[in-house]
């Protein structure tokens, strides 16, 4: 999965790649584990989805990508 732009500040793009997203979802975890944002995908256009982050705190944060039965993981820098 690819993210930009990372650094972000109130919204970032997951490309997916060749990933089936049809059913999947998104979970945002801040450093310490927590969970702090989860969207759900039905579908795509283009396997770019869109994570809003206007409301979350700057910081260091790990994306996971749900989907085929796999885990998918990156990190992002959010700034405000």
């Given at each position: 999965?690819?993210?930009?732009?990372?650094?972000?500040?109130?919204?970032?793009?997951?490309?997916?790649?060749?990933?089936?997203?049809k059913?999947?979802?998104?979970?945002l975890?801040?450093?310490?584990?927590?969970?702090?944002?989860?969207?759900?995908?039905?579908?795509?256009?283009?396997?770019?989805?869109?994570?809003?982050?206007?409301?979350?705190?700057?910081?260091?944060?790990?994306?996971?990508?749900?989907?085929?039965?796999?885990?998918?993981?990156?990190?992002?820098?959010?700034?405000?």
């Amino acid at each position: 999965i690819i993210v930009y732009p990372n650094p972000a500040s109130d919204f970032v793009n997951i490309n997916l790649g060749n990933i089936n997203a049809k059913n999947s979802s998104i979970e945002l975890y801040n450093s310490i584990g927590q969970m702090v944002k989860k969207q759900n995908i039905s579908s795509v256009s283009g396997n770019v989805t869109q994570l809003e982050t206007t409301d979350i705190d700057g910081g260091l944060y790990f994306i996971k990508v749900l989907a085929e039965g796999k885990i998918y993981a990156t990190s992002l820098v959010i700034t405000k």
